[in-house]
């Protein structure tokens, strides 16, 4: 009677241990963080030295080499620059026009953006292409030739041209809209035509509710576009219904006619922070539209 012997299994050859890379990764992320410390710091800036110059006396702005730190805050400068001028109705301008501006091409641009998306027709391609080609040409060069058109059909010293720019959409916007729409899913446009839905209730009730965040960015844009502009209101404008950038840099004059330049500082910094305001809390909407936006499609 033999006896048989269990066969040994082969022995298994463990890999070496991975090498672990947690240093270098900590390495890199220290570096990226202080990659955007720089960043942020060059940003924001341009707005410190705003305020510091806000806070100087008129000697220390004219003084060469120029000191960085007041001597002492002149917080008197922002009182001068809220009732040397007319400001809380200057104030009232920018944020009517900006706000009728931004909600106008908005609703526009979506309206556009969802036609090149999700309609069907000849020469959509081309058109859209022709749409964004618009963008390549500088504001600019249209600026008096729009001039002469709105002032032959006496829409000069009003509103009338913010409201017949945001029905014409921007192209960028329409751009933003398209990429979103063509992103969501077909079965969901196909299931609304079936229950008898025509494509103004599915662009209103199923697509508009879909894209707040993409409305939400598009809406900041082109309300800090209008806040932040001066050649068109100096333009089209008279002064009494100017934007408050416009008075900022024409009314604020000292005895002998030139600029108060430390009152136009005080004014400018408290002309910058409602959009600040604005963006520090819809910084998560904003970042989101664009990403959907620009990822999808």
């Given at each position: 009677m033999t006896q048989t012997t269990a066969a040994t299994p082969p022995a298994v050859s463990t890999p070496p241990a991975t090498r672990r890379r947690r240093p270098r990764r900590r390495g890199n992320a220290a570096r990226t963080y202080l990659i955007l410390m720089a960043l942020a710091v060059l940003f924001v800036g341009p707005f410190v030295w705003l305020l510091l110059a806000a806070l100087k006396t008129k000697a220390e702005w004219v003084?060469?080499?120029a000191k960085i730190l007041p001597e002492e805050p002149q917080w008197g400068n922002f009182t001068q620059a809220l009732t040397e001028i007319n400001f809380p109705a200057y104030l009232g301008n920018s944020a009517f026009l900006s706000f009728m501006f931004a909600t106008l091409v908005t609703l526009s641009?979506?309206?556009v953006g969802f036609g090149f998306a999700r309609l069907r027709g000849r020469g959509k391609r081309?058109?859209?292409v022709v749409v964004l080609s618009t963008m390549m040409l500088p504001q600019i060069l249209t600026l008096i030739p729009t001039y002469v058109l709105f002032a032959r059909v006496g829409l000069v010293n009003t509103y009338w041209p913010w409201v017949m720019w945001g029905?014409?959409?921007?192209p960028f916007l329409v751009f933003l809209f398209r990429q979103f729409f063509a992103a969501i899913p077909a079965e969901l446009e196909e299931a609304a035509i079936i229950d008898g839905?025509?494509?103004g209730r599915i662009f209103v009730q199923i697509f508009l509710p879909l894209s707040r965040p993409v409305l939400l960015t598009s809406f900041?844009?082109?309300f800090t576009w209008t806040w932040g502009d001066?050649?068109?209101?100096?333009?089209?404008l008279d002064p009494d219904q100017t934007t408050l950038s416009v008075a900022i840099a024409s009314f604020y004059l000292d005895p002998h006619g030139n600029p108060d330049a430390t009152v136009q500082a005080a004014a400018a910094t408290l002309y910058v922070v409602p959009v600040l305001v604005i963006f520090l809390f819809a910084q998560r909407y904003f970042i989101r539209g664009v990403v959907s936006s620009g990822l999808k499609g």
């Open positions: 003084t060469i080499p641009s979506a309206a081309p058109l859209f029905l014409a959409a921007s839905c025509g494509y900041l844009l082109s001066w050649i068109a209101p100096a333009l089209f």
